[in-house]
């Protein structure tokens, strides 16, 4: 059973650039967050689908955009990249009934330089 | 606004030693809490977890306990092993955000040999 896949697992960016990044939750799981982790830092949400909806989104900006397809994966999608975006960008599901039990995949570490 | 922050950024314990890891969490109305591992080039991955109903919770070496009083969480791990070595974070989620998770800034275990 395999749990949370995310593509690629590194990637380089120049700023000004836009990158799309790759999420297929565990089997069985039709809920996907997104986060932020910063070097040092907690992860931060970004948002979180179900259903092909945006349902909730944490205080990042409009240029933070994402999509999920009918069989539940995901892509998030950033524009306009700044040198802060760089970070580790986890994606986590879960069953929307599930309530706080998210599976973490091993996240895409995304540089701007 | 509200978050959740770790006191300690970083604990050195001998081998075979008991760790103890705390938590301090800022949103009275969080009413479930999870302990997070996160090994380098690894996403989080669930430790235990503790409903607000309980003030005490064991898993298999973990045990997690929560004063409500003083808004304070701790992670207790006993025998401490090599493999223990790892970001430990605490995480809380109040009914309302479903799946929103908010993590503190981590703190990570060094085990001696």
């Not at chain 1, 009918?70 to 580790?88: F, I, Q, W």
């Not at chain 2, 509200?2 to 301090?24: F, K, R, W, Y």
């Not at chain 2, 430790?47 to 898993?59: A, W």
């Amino acid at each position: 059973d395999a749990g949370v896949t995310q593509s690629p697992t590194h990637l380089i960016k120049t700023r000004g650039q836009q990158v799309t990044l790759r999420c297929s939750p565990k089997s069985g799981h039709d809920t996907v967050s997104w986060y932020q982790q910063a070097l040092g830092q907690g992860p931060q949400f970004i948002f979180q689908y179900y259903e092909e909806e945006e349902r909730q989104r944490g205080n990042f900006p409009d240029r933070f955009s994402g999509h999920q397809f009918p069989n539940y994966s995901s892509e998030l999608n950033v524009n306009a990249l700044l040198l802060g975006d760089s970070a580790l960008y986890l994606c986590a599901s879960s069953l929307v009934y599930g309530g706080a039990f998210l599976h973490f995949g091993n996240g895409t570490r995304l540089t701007v330089t | 606004g509200e978050s959740v922050g770790l006191h300690l950024p970083t604990l050195s314990v001998q081998e075979g030693d008991n760790s103890i890891i705390n938590c301090a969490y800022s949103n009275s109305a969080s009413d479930y809490f999870i302990w997070y591992k996160q090994e380098s080039g690894k996403g989080p991955q669930f430790i235990i977890d503790i409903r607000s109903n309980m003030d005490k919770r064991q898993g298999q070496r973990v045990t997690v306990l929560l004063n409500k009083t003083v808004k304070h969480l701790s992670l207790q791990i006993a025998a401490t092993q090599p493999g223990d070595s790892a970001v430990y974070f605490c995480a809380e989620i109040w009914s309302g955000a479903n799946s929103k998770l908010t993590f503190g800034k981590g703190i990570t275990l060094s085990v001696r040999p």
